[in-house]
């Protein structure tokens, strides 16, 4: 079953501007992790936060994770066109391998 | 890294038939591997878990007797979407879970259409 839910559904911003998403989940997690799908092809794994974790940083990406509202946002710094894609959230529970995800936010960047 | 192959890319098909699609995992043995379905503009759904030498279990509501799952080796899982019908078109995606390591790998995922 679907857990998370992101929003927007879809963002377009200007090259060099700042995206920011959000998902929500309604059980508890062991984790939380966002992807990246680039139109008909698989999933790449961006970052993984941990229920312990309230933020954690990748490059140009910035995770917070709110296990209280149950919450999670991604951000984007500093845009590109390259970041076109659509974002998914995805929560994997305590003792399970299975992520379950989110409707996902389709991002558009403006060169 | 862990690479996931997953074969064909794409397969347009006829009503009735059935089509076979692969996952393999090339570098790690995937004791477990899933496989996911996703509708245009849609999220990822979960269709089965595939475990290496026993019977896949499925999600609520995927017909099991449909969506065959072969998990004989720890480097292969496939899905054979039998007596294919047109509303089975989608985008099926595989992953594997690398023991050693996390997360989830996944595959580059199957369009298939069925006129």
């Known amino acids: 079953s679907q857990q998370g839910e992101e929003d927007p559904q879809a963002l377009s911003i200007q090259e060099g501007e700042n995206a920011t998403m959000n998902c929500s989940y309604k059980?508890?997690?062991?984790?939380l992790q966002w992807y990246r799908q680039n139109s008909g092809r698989g999933l790449v794994h961006l970052i993984l936060i941990r229920s312990n974790e309230r933020e954690k940083h990748s490059g140009r990406l910035r995770v917070t994770l709110d296990t209280s509202k149950k919450s999670s946002s991604l951000l984007i710094t500093a845009s590109r066109a390259a970041d076109t894609a659509s974002y998914f959230c995805?929560?994997?529970?305590?003792?399970?391998?299975?992520?379950?995800f989110g409707k996902g936010t389709k991002l558009s960047v403006i060169p | 890294g862990a690479v996931v192959s997953q074969h064909p890319s794409w397969v347009i098909c006829k009503s009735g038939t059935s089509v076979k699609i692969e996952c393999r995992s090339l570098d790690f043995q995937a004791t477990t591997m899933f496989w996911y379905r996703q509708f245009p503009k849609q999220s990822l759904m979960l269709m089965a878990t595939?475990?290496?030498?026993?019977?896949?279990?499925?999600e609520q509501g995927v017909e099991k007797d449909k969506f065959l799952i072969n998990h004989a080796s720890l480097t292969l899982s496939t899905l054979t979407v039998t007596s294919a019908h047109p509303e089975d078109s989608s985008f099926y995606i595989c992953?594997?879970?690398?023991?050693?390591?996390?997360?989830?790998?996944f595959g580059n995922g199957t369009r298939l259409t069925v006129t």
């Open positions: 059980t508890s997690i062991n984790n």
């Open positions: 995805a929560t994997q529970g305590a003792g399970s391998y299975q992520l379950t």
């Open positions: 595939s475990n290496e030498g026993s019977k896949a279990t499925y």
């Open positions: 992953s594997a879970r690398d023991p050693l390591n996390s997360p989830l790998h």
